[in-house]
């Protein structure tokens, strides 16, 4: 499946598609969020062009590439003389895409004075120029894009926190390319072809060891690095067959990769389940059960790897639900009743012994 240069077929795949189909028809914000290369400008084209306003401007602007200074200049134009250097008018990002869609990259970076002007055109759709008082009104779209957590940063004071909200009326979040193994031979062979044409070369065959490689690597760029791996893979290649070589540093990095230890791979499980069970340890749909362990050996677990849900609460979104807590045949985390549990667990004999009556 591919649309607008959106290529796979994973559940992942089709789920962002789902919320694409969703939240294009709209005139609400977006915030796009995902790791670095996911794609996020891609999704963000792909909403416009999907939406009422496609066949008008797409404007991008990159938060993080423009000195503070002159990014207010650049989101809101300036009158002639407004500062030094100033010797025309210049309209701005946000009246260049009147009527279409303002596409903000990395909002992460938006420092924090010029965030209450945002918000106001956010809000209010008027704004005025450097040097002038005369209000602007516009029409447009904003999504916003970051590979940042935004939420924390708002705990922190380094983002506003009514932006925050008006920016995340819809959020999407890109999974990483190592999350989406179906995708990555489809990926491949799109690359693979649209460099061969740029080259003029005609590339007929992916050798099955190379796509191997390229299937199982963790891709910590994520299709940003893929495309620029099938890029100098065409480059090498001189025949019908993709040359081979192309997984030679991909191959070097794997075996220098640094090895995670076992106990940092339990610890990793256990929150992972914990998280996805809203930190509930017991029940029938408690982390527990899920991990095939008892209770009380979890929890004993937990206390040996320092796991506890208050040293996880600042990355949870602020809406997050508390209204399992009082279920009665449910344990939600709680460090107090961790520590008497532990306390009892090692009086009564070794981990192990535990398992084994788990």
């Not at 990395?106 to 759709?125: S, T, V």
């Amino acid at each position: 499946m591919a649309i607008l240069n959106l290529i796979g077929s994973s559940a992942k795949f089709r789920a962002l598609l789902g919320h694409i189909n969703l939240v294009a028809p709209t005139d609400c914000a977006v915030l796009v969020q995902g790791e670095t290369g996911t794609g996020k400008e891609v999704i963000a084209q792909a909403i416009h062009a999907a939406s009422p306003r496609g066949q008008n401007r797409f404007v991008a602007l990159n938060c993080a590439a423009i000195p503070g200074g002159l990014l207010e200049s650049e989101l809101f134009g300036h009158e002639r003389g407004a500062f030094t250097g100033a010797v025309a008018q210049t309209p701005g990002r946000f009246r260049l895409a009147d009527c279409g869609t303002l596409f903000l990259d990395e909002i992460g970076d938006l420092p924090l004075d010029l965030q209450p002007k945002l918000l106001r055109a956010l809000q209010e759709k008027k704004f005025e120029r450097l040097g002038s008082g005369r209000t602007v009104e516009v029409d447009v779209r904003v999504i916003a894009a970051t590979n940042q957590d935004l939420w924390r940063m708002v705990q922190e004071h380094r983002f506003r926190a009514d932006l925050y909200y008006r920016l995340n009326v819809f959020p999407i979040t890109l999974p990483p390319l190592r999350e989406r193994e179906e995708d990555i031979p489809l990926l491949i062979e799109h690359f693979v072809q649209m460099f061969a044409n740029r080259q003029n070369k005609s590339i007929d065959r992916i050798p099955d060891d190379v796509m191997e490689v390229l299937k199982h690597y963790a891709w910590p760029g994520n299709i940003r690095e893929l495309q620029n791996v099938i890029e100098r893979a065409v480059i090498m290649t001189t025949g019908p067959v993709l040359n081979p070589r192309a997984t030679e540093l991909i191959t070097r990095e794997i075996r220098s990769a640094p090895v995670t230890t076992l106990v940092d791979a339990e610890r990793a499980h256990i929150i992972a389940t914990l998280r996805d069970t809203n930190w509930i340890v017991g029940g029938p749909r408690g982390a527990a059960a899920k991990l095939g362990v008892a209770r009380t050996t979890l929890i004993a677990r937990m206390q040996r790897l320092g796991i506890s849900r208050t040293s996880n609460l600042e990355s949870q979104s602020p809406g997050y639900d508390r209204s399992n807590s009082s279920a009665s045949n449910n344990t939600v985390v709680d460090f107090r009743r961790i520590e008497c549990a532990a306390r009892r667990s090692l009086r009564s004999g070794p981990l192990g012994e535990n398992l084994k009556r788990a």
